[in-house]
Nanobody, 123 residues
Framework: VQLQASGGGLVQAGGSLRLTCAAS????????MGWFRQAPGKEREFVAA????????DYADSVKGRFTISRDNAKNTVYLQMNSLKLDDTAVYYC?????????????????WGQGTLVTVSS
């Protein structure tokens, strides 16, 4: 399985971006997917997760109400719509595929990781 994240860039505070993660392989629709982020000098942190069929989602408190995770199993793709971006959202964002079908916030429950896409929010 290979994951390719894209859609990052430079955006002003209050703006929006949509991240996309395209997955290879035939097992995409069987497993939960997640988005994580890592800011300079900080540990990687959970952002959002979605169950195998999209029926269950979970968000970090810091992004709840602003970010939306979704998936299209027919396209082997997961998305992260980010609205009302804040300076603190600046980070490298990673998509990951779990080896479970249910959502999780724990990095060790994710088997495959993308290369990351940089989101920079400016004032």
């Amino acid at each position: 399985v290979q994951l390719q994240a894209s859609g990052g860039g430079l955006v002003q505070a209050g703006g929006s971006l949509r991240l996309t993660c395209a997955a290879s392989g035939q097992t995409f629709g069987c497993y939960a997917m997640g988005w994580f982020r890592q800011a300079p000098g900080k540990e990687r942190e959970f952002v959002a997760a979605i169950s195998w069929n999209g029926g269950i989602t979970d968000y970090a408190d810091s992004v709840k109400g602003r970010f939306t995770i979704s998936r299209d199993n027919a396209k082997n793709t997961v998305y992260l719509q980010m609205n009302s971006l804040k300076l603190d959202d600046t980070a490298v964002y990673y998509c990951a595929q779990s080896y479970r079908f249910y959502v999780s916030r724990q990095t060790h429950l994710y088997e495959y990781w993308g290369q990351g896409t940089l989101v920079t929010v400016s004032s």
